[in-house]
């Protein structure tokens, strides 16, 4: 067996060529390597995203513009929606599980490190898939939901890159969903018993339940625009008796339970951040857990109501706006108990808590606007125009993405070794936060006036011309917010002296590891004695974990570049795919693609992969 | 202790697929992706009931589908089902070629209902023209069964791949959680012929 790697794991003490750190990322298994390059290839995504909303909003800021083209504007509407969902909320998200869920629970890596590396090459080549179609023939154009027929009968290659690169992507997803659960039920520490876990952990636990039962619904619809488009066959085609609302069926089944996969991980983190900012511990954490599962399984029996319209009738209708209301008292629970978390505590207000307790107001708006289109006859109002944008963005971006900032001004000492700065952190806020109400607040108003949505121009004079103006000003705003965000974050990189372990006074255990972690988190596991274990040992005990074990050799998996070379392979035979419709000779593409990705399965199956052992003379000769 | 020696212990413990933290990861893992196959089998299932009677104007189930060979089918996937509990009874017991010697005929029951279900394609597009292009029907069709089909495939493979190499050292702590999750991996494909067969061929029969 191969002998550990002495690897010191920083860039910062070691300067190393760039060869080497890129290999490096290849090649890594772990989680907090993997959790760097879902971020990475997450903020790209959003950046990219944003400069698409940015040209929506320019389009819109005055009536009867030309800024864009009526066919490029239904392209970029559909990449903002697509990126943003797939490739920017969702990779952000599990970067953050990546880094952080396992030292919660305090393991040394998730259960399968292999399927981790997997997952986020599936995402990273999936995304540039999907983005490729900028550069061959034009981008989709279906809008995010790629409604049959409009997604099968949309010319050129657009859809199909959609296809192909949300089923690459969405593959990888759903490993990572099997890869949490498996880590949370069989890796935590001793005494880490399930109602001990910090509430992230059981957030990032339920999601991968969603993920797990929802992307395959998805998987499944993709498949059958896939065969529809490329294959000539007639699950859409009303002529050979095809049934378009089967698309809508199995794009909601996946479509719905993928809102909550976005808002729940931040639920999580909130708790996390009012419980440790409020230094109390998280009122009503037993309800916190309860409420995550009832909504959970409820997000799975809710999915029609982005369906009252297509005339499924009044019995169906009515049963699942009922069950869409019931999500609200969940939600309701959880937001009663962040405030009576806060309620008498000593509450620090820095940049990561102004973003939680911007959250508040934000997202319950978008709650209750929820309840409004849940309601079927006034649906019929308020369907396809610009109050549902404004619904769901008050709940993405209200909620998710107010998360995401949360989360990283938060945990960014955890994963990159730097605290932000704070200054520059509020003022990301205060202008997100205003540009964000400018922008959408305002889009209920023009929805109720009727302005519907993917609409690239409006006429002058029918009241929406100052509404769209104050809209596209707020883009500006928010904007303004995401690069003062991006210059932090370079900023403390160059500049920023490192983080001590525990900068926020924390109260749970990724605290009580080095800033960043050493790659194996710790020389012993510790003992876990109650829930915020380390705010117990820190009011009970001497401030430290105690160990659970005595200091032994530590077992490692090791690193390896079949996971890329296997995306590598489903990425080559995604071009085959798409383009064999035009030329035959694509089939080598398509088979070559995936004869490299099955040969990379079998030799991963076949060869010994038994990892290495970091030795506890090593450990012991790196005691600081 | 190394791990090679952890890996192959003087005595092999009751259930060696599960001795390890990697061979529970396994199993436990293999159970939930079995979970997302249940919602992808289920949608696809969805989609052939919501088709099953667009024939545009093609042929129907009815005049389609002959259960006599439906049934060989069924019968030999099934007995594979059996062979593979066998195989996992022979692991626990520690005794590697008559494992083996299970799997094989498993693999081999799996390689016949692979070649009937090849045979009964080509029997419907040559006999009655009934294609993936045909009608909506004979896109559901060919979608819910081909992917039962290819997971049947996939697995032939996989067990083909794990019997050859494992074939001259015996079992041991690293390769007993692989046969194990294959041997779940096949009784689960072998659960969802049952439906198949159900909705598919008796109701297309008589439904």
Not at chain 1, 223 to 249: C, E, K, P
Not at chain 2, 63 to 89: D, I, R
Request: charged fraction near 10%; include cysteine.
């Amino acid at each position: 067996m191969s002998i550990a790697v002495s690897d010191k794991n920083s860039a910062v003490t070691q300067k190393r060529s760039i060869g080497a750190v890129l290999w490096d990322y290849l090649t890594t298994v772990d989680h907090m390597k993997v959790a760097h390059l879902y971020l990475f290839g997450g903020a790209f995504f959003f950046i990219l995203g944003g400069i698409e909303a940015v040209i929506i909003r320019i389009q819109l800021l005055v009536p009867e513009n030309d800024f864009v083209s009526a066919g490029f504007y239904n392209e970029i509407i559909t990449m903002h929606g697509t990126t943003m969902i797939f490739l920017a909320a969702m990779p952000l998200l599990l970067g953050m599980m990546n880094a952080i869920m396992p030292l919660q629970i305090g393991a040394r890596d998730v259960a399968f490190p292999f399927l981790n590396s997997l997952g986020v090459w599936l995402f990273i080549l999936g995304g540039i898939m999907l983005n490729m179609s900028w550069f061959f023939g034009g981008a989709p154009d279906a809008g995010w939901t790629a409604y049959a027929p409009l997604s099968t009968t949309s010319p050129g290659h657009g859809v199909d890159f959609y296809a192909v690169g949300l089923q690459i992507a969405g593959a990888g997803t759903l490993m990572s969903g099997i890869n949490f659960l498996v880590t949370i039920i069989n890796m935590r520490a001793p005494g880490m018993t399930y109602m001990r876990m910090p509430l992230f952990t059981w957030t990032t636990f339920i999601t991968s339940i969603l993920i797990l039962f929802a992307f395959p619904a998805l998987t499944v619809g993709l498949f059958l625009l896939m065969f529809d488009r490329m294959f000539g066959s007639a699950f859409f085609d009303v002529a050979l008796g095809g049934n378009t609302i089967i698309w809508q069926h199995l794009f909601w089944i996946f479509g719905h339970p993928e809102v909550y996969i976005l808002i729940l991980p931040v639920f999580g983190l909130f708790s996390e951040i009012f419980s440790t900012f409020s230094k109390k511990r998280l009122f009503g954490y037993t309800s916190m857990v309860f409420a995550t599962m009832l909504i959970a399984f409820l997000g799975f029996m809710v999915w029609a109501h982005h369906m009252f319209t297509v005339g499924m009738g009044p019995i169906a209708n009515t049963i699942f706006s009922v069950a869409t209301m019931a999500i609200a008292i969940p939600t309701g629970i959880k937001i009663f108990n962040w405030l009576a978390t806060m309620w008498g505590g000593n509450v620090k207000i820095n940049s990561a808590m102004l973003w939680a307790l911007g959250f508040i107001p934000s997202f319950t708006i978008g709650g209750m606007t929820g309840i409004m289109v849940a309601t079927v006859a006034a649906d019929y109002q308020y369907h396809d125009t610009y109050f549902v944008i404004a619904h769901f963005h008050y709940t993405i971006v209200g909620g998710t993405v107010m998360g995401i900032f949360a989360g990283l001004h938060y945990w960014w000492p955890k994963i990159f070794g730097r605290v932000l700065n704070e200054t520059l952190g509020k003022i990301t806020f205060w202008t997100f936060f205003i540009g964000f109400h400018m922008t959408f607040f305002i889009q209920h108003f023009l929805g109720l006036m009727g302005m519907p949505r993917r609409y690239w121009v409006f006429l002058e004079n029918q009241g929406l011309d100052t509404g769209n103006f104050i809209s596209s000003l707020g883009a500006l705003f928010m904007s303004i917010g995401v690069i003062v965000f991006i210059y932090n974050a370079i900023y403390v990189w160059l500049k920023g002296e490192k983080a001590a372990a525990d900068p926020w006074d924390g109260r749970t255990l990724e605290w009580t590891t080095a800033s960043p972690p050493e790659h194996y988190n710790w020389k012993q596991t510790p003992l876990i004695r109650g829930l915020d274990c380390l705010w117990i040992e820190k009011t009970e005990g001497n401030g430290k974990m105690t160990p659970a074990e005595p200091l032994k050799d530590i077992h490692m998996p090791n690193n390896t570049i079949i996971p890329f070379i296997m995306t590598l392979g489903f990425f080559i035979s995604g071009f085959g795919f798409i383009y064999q419709t035009e030329n035959k000779l694509w089939y080598i593409a398509l088979f070559g693609g995936m004869a490299i990705a099955l040969l990379a399965m079998l030799v991963r199956s076949l060869q010994d992969d038994v990892g290495h052992y970091i030795t506890k003379e090593e450990l012991k000769g790196e005691a600081k | 202790m190394s791990q090679d020696q952890i890996l192959n212990p003087k005595s092999l413990p009751n259930s060696p697929e599960k001795a390890t933290l990697e061979g529970k990861n396994k199993f436990l893992g293999l159970w939930f992706f079995l979970g997302g196959e249940t919602v992808l089998f289920a949608s696809l299932f969805g989609s052939f009931v919501a088709l099953r009677n667009s024939t545009a104007g093609g042929p129907s189930s009815e005049e389609l589908f002959g259960l006599e060979l439906v049934f060989l089918m069924t019968v030999m996937l099934l007995t594979s089902s059996l062979t593979s509990v066998y195989a996992m009874y022979h692991m626990k017991n520690h005794d590697f070629k008559k494992m083996q010697l299970w799997l094989g005929i498993t693999g081999l029951l799996g390689i016949g209902f692979l070649g009937l279900e090849i045979y009964e394609f080509t029997h419907y597009i040559t006999e009655y023209g009934f294609t993936f292009r045909s009608s909506a029907f004979g896109s559901a069709f060919y979608s819910l069964v081909g992917f039962h089909g290819g997971h049947v495939t996939f697995g032939i493979v996989w067990l083909i791949a794990i019997m050859v190499r494992n074939a001259r050292r015996g079992l041991n702590l690293y390769n007993a959680p692989k046969f194990n999750t294959f041997s779940l991996y096949w009784h689960y494909i072998d659960v969802v012929w049952v439906f198949v067969f159900t909705v598919v061929y008796l109701m297309g029969k008589v439904g």
